[in-house]
C-alpha cells in the first residue's frame, strides 16, 4: 500500500458482508479480521479511515410495507466488534453519503475510524451511479480498496469511486494485494506440477473455470455433485445423483480438451451412495459408473479419496474450489475431509495450497485446517471469476 496517510482521510471499501444470527451477533468475523491490517495501518501511520461496505441485499428484502428493513441490514451491528478488534471506538454514521456523512468525517481526527452505513441502502450503489460515487469521493482524501470479496462487482462503491481519485491517491489494501498475489501464483507460472481439484453441485457454475484450468493444470481432480455429470456423459449408470443433462455433451467436449492436452483428469473411481438426500438416509460404497436405480452419490468413496491424495502429495501447486461431496451431512464429510488432509499434509511438504471460492473455505474452516494450507480466499464469486481470468471490475478501477 503505497500511500502516505499521515494527516489524511482514507475512504476505505471493506467488505464486511458477515453473516449474522437472529440477535444480528456475528457468527463468522472471517471477513472483518482480514480487513484489520489495512485499517491499523492507516491508524498507525497518522491517518483517518472511512470505512464503507455493503451488508446483504436490503433493497432485494424489503419490508412488507416496501421499505428497507434498516433494523437488520444496518452495519451498526457491527460496530462493537469492529472497536474490540481495532482497540479504538469505531463512530457510526447512519448515512452512507450526505451532510451528516459529510460533517462526521470532517471532523476526524487522525488515529479515528467512522464506519458509514450499508452502501446498499441507496439503489445507486449496484448500479455504478457516478453521482452516489462522487459523493463517496467527496469524504476522503484517499481511496483505498480492501474488498475482494466484492471486486467482481462494478458497484458505486468498489469501482466507480476511484475515477475520483487520481493515480497516486488509490491503492489496493493488503487484503486485496495478498489475494491478487495468492491467486496470481497459481495462475501465472506455478511451480509444477500443478493439480487443481474442483468439486460442489454444478457443472454449470463452473465451465469457464474447468475451461481455463485445462490450458494450464498437469491434474484435474473432479468430484461433488459435478462429477456425474462427467460420468453419465462417459455412459456410466448414475442413477438419481445430481446430474445436468443439457451439458453432457459439453462434459465429453472438457474431457476430450484435456485429453488432448496431456492433463491427467481424475474422476472418483467409487461415490458412496445413498438412498435419498438426507444424512439419515442408509448409504454404502459403490463404482461410481453403477450406481442402481434409485440411489444417488452423495459423497467419493475410498478409492477416489486414496487416488486423490496421491495425486495432491505428487503436486507443487494446488488448487481447491468446491467440495468432493455433500460435506455438510457428516456422513458424506469424509471425501472432503481426505481432501483436505491430503492438500495440508502437501503444503506440509513444501507445496503451495490456494482454497479459493466458496463451499471449500467453509470446509477447510470447518476441519480446522485453515493454517495448514498456504493461502484460503475470503472471496467466493470474486475468487472464482480471477481464476476464470476475468478482469475484475474492482482491481481495473485502480490500475
Ligand atoms: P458449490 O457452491 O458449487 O461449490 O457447491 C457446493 C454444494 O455442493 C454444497 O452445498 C454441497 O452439499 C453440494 N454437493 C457436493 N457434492 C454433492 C453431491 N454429490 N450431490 C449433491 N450435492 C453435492
Same mark, same amino acid.
Given at each position: 500500500?503505497?500511500?502516505?496517510?499521515?494527516?489524511?482521510?482514507?475512504?476505505?471499501?471493506?467488505?464486511?458482508?458477515?453473516?449474522?444470527?437472529?440477535?444480528?451477533?456475528?457468527?463468522? /468475523?472471517? !471477513?472483518?479480521?482480514?480487513?484489520?491490517?489495512?485499517?491499523?495501518?492507516?491508524?498507525?501511520?497518522?491517518?483517518?479511515?472511512?470505512?464503507?461496505?455493503?451488508?446483504?441485499?436490503?433493497?432485494?428484502?424489503?419490508?412488507?410495507?416496501?421499505?428497507?428493513?434498516?433494523?437488520?441490514?444496518?452495519?451498526?451491528?457491527?460496530?462493537?466488534?469492529?472497536?474490540?478488534?481495532?482497540?479504538?471506538?469505531?463512530?457510526?454514521?447512519?448515512?452512507?453519503?450526505?451532510?451528516?456523512?459529510?460533517?462526521?468525517?470532517?471532523?476526524?481526527?487522525?488515529?479515528?475510524?467512522?464506519?458509514?452505513?450499508?452502501?446498499?441502502?441507496?439503489?445507486?450503489?449496484?448500479?455504478?451511479?457516478?453521482?452516489?460515487? !462522487?459523493?463517496?469521493? @467527496?469524504?476522503?482524501?484517499?481511496?483505498?480498496? /480492501?474488498?475482494?470479496?466484492?471486486?467482481?462487482?462494478?458497484?458505486?462503491?468498489?469501482?466507480?469511486?476511484?475515477?475520483?481519485?487520481?493515480? /497516486? &491517491?488509490?491503492?489496493?489494501?493488503?487484503?486485496?494485494?495478498? +489475494?491478487?498475489?495468492?491467486?496470481?501464483?497459481?495462475?501465472?507460472?506455478?511451480?509444477?506440477?500443478?493439480?487443481?481439484?474442483?468439486?460442489?453441485?454444478?457443472?454449470? /457454475?463452473?465451465?469457464?473455470?474447468?475451461?481455463?484450468?485445462?490450458?494450464?493444470?498437469?491434474?484435474?481432480?473432479?468430484?461433488?455433485?459435478?462429477?456425474?455429470?462427467?460420468?453419465?456423459?462417459?455412459?456410466?449408470?448414475?442413477?438419481?445423483?445430481?446430474?445436468?443433462?443439457?451439458?453432457? +455433451?459439453?462434459?465429453?467436449?472438457?474431457?476430450?480438451?484435456?485429453?488432448?492436452?496431456?492433463?491427467?483428469?481424475?474422476?472418483?473411481?467409487?461415490?458412496?451412495?445413498?438412498?435419498?438426500?438426507?444424512?439419515?438416509?442408509?448409504?454404502?460404497?459403490?463404482?461410481?459408473?453403477?450406481?442402481?436405480?434409485?440411489?444417488?452419490?452423495?459423497?467419493?468413496?475410498?478409492?477416489?479419496?486414496?487416488?486423490?491424495? +496421491?495425486?495432491?502429495?505428487?503436486?507443487?501447486?494446488?488448487?481447491?474450489?468446491?467440495?468432493?461431496?455433500?460435506?455438510?451431512?457428516?456422513?458424506?464429510?469424509?471425501?472432503?475431509?481426505?481432501? @483436505?488432509?491430503?492438500?495440508?499434509?502437501?503444503?506440509?511438504?513444501?507445496?503451495?495450497?490456494?482454497?479459493?471460492?466458496?463451499?471449500?473455505? &467453509? &470446509?477447510?474452516?470447518?476441519?480446522?485446517?485453515?493454517?495448514?494450507?498456504?493461502?484460503?480466499?475470503?472471496?467466493?464469486?470474486?475468487?472464482?471469476?480471477?481464476?476464470?481470468?476475468?478482469?475484475?471490475?474492482?482491481?481495473?478501477?485502480?490500475?
Amino acid at each position: 500500500m503505497n500511500l502516505d496517510f499521515k494527516g489524511k482521510k482514507a475512504l476505505v471499501r471493506v467488505d464486511f458482508n458477515v453473516p449474522l444470527d437472529k440477535d444480528f451477533h456475528i457468527t463468522d /468475523d472471517t !471477513r472483518i479480521r482480514a480487513a484489520v491490517p489495512t485499517i491499523k495501518h492507516i491508524l498507525n501511520q497518522g491517518g483517518a479511515a472511512i470505512l464503507m461496505s455493503h451488508l446483504g441485499r436490503p433493497l432485494k428484502k424489503l419490508k412488507e410495507d416496501g421499505s428497507i428493513d434498516r433494523e437488520k441490514f444496518t452495519l451498526r451491528h457491527v460496530v462493537p466488534h469492529l472497536s474490540e478488534l481495532l482497540g479504538v471506538p469505531v463512530q457510526f454514521c447512519e448515512e452512507t453519503v450526505g451532510e451528516k456523512a459529510q460533517a462526521m468525517a470532517a471532523a476526524l481526527k487522525p488515529g479515528s475510524v467512522l464506519l458509514l452505513e450499508n452502501t446498499r441502502f441507496d439503489a445507486g450503489e449496484t448500479k455504478g451511479d457516478e453521482n452516489l460515487a !462522487r459523493r463517496m469521493a @467527496a469524504l476522503g482524501d484517499l481511496y483505498v480498496n /480492501d474488498a475482494f470479496g466484492s471486486a467482481h462487482r462494478e458497484h458505486s462503491s468498489t469501482a466507480t469511486v476511484a475515477r475520483f481519485f487520481g493515480k /497516486d &491517491a488509490k491503492a489496493f489494501g493488503f487484503l486485496m494485494e495478498a +489475494e491478487v498475489k495468492n491467486a496470481s501464483r497459481v495462475l501465472n507460472n506455478p511451480e509444477r506440477p500443478l493439480a487443481a481439484i474442483i468439486g460442489g453441485a454444478k457443472v454449470s /457454475d463452473k465451465i469457464l473455470l474447468l475451461e481455463r484450468l485445462i490450458d494450464s493444470v498437469d491434474t484435474l481432480l473432479i468430484g461433488g455433485g459435478m462429477a456425474y455429470t462427467f460420468l453419465k456423459a462417459q455412459g456410466g449408470q448414475v442413477g438419481k445423483s445430481l446430474v445436468e443433462d443439457d451439458r453432457l +455433451e459439453l462434459a465429453l467436449q472438457l474431457l476430450e480438451k484435456a485429453k488432448s492436452k496431456g492433463v491427467k483428469l481424475l474422476l472418483p473411481e467409487d461415490s458412496l451412495i445413498a438412498d435419498e438426500f438426507a444424512n439419515t438416509a442408509q448409504f454404502h460404497s459403490a463404482g461410481s459408473k453403477a450406481i442402481p436405480e434409485g440411489w444417488m452419490g452423495l459423497d467419493i468413496g475410498e478409492k477416489a479419496r486414496q487416488a486423490f491424495a +496421491e495425486a495432491i502429495l505428487q503436486s507443487k501447486t494446488i488448487l481447491w474450489n468446491g467440495p468432493m461431496g455433500v460435506f455438510e451431512m457428516p456422513n458424506f464429510a469424509n471425501g472432503t475431509k481426505a481432501v @483436505a488432509e491430503a492438500v495440508a499434509q502437501a503444503t506440509g511438504k513444501g507445496a503451495f495450497s490456494l482454497v479459493g471460492g466458496g463451499d471449500s473455505v &467453509a &470446509a477447510v474452516n470447518q476441519m480446522g485446517l485453515s493454517d495448514k494450507v498456504s493461502y484460503v480466499s475470503t472471496g467466493g464469486g470474486a475468487m472464482l471469476e480471477f481464476l476464470e481470468g476475468k478482469e475484475l471490475p474492482g482491481i481495473k478501477a485502480l490500475a
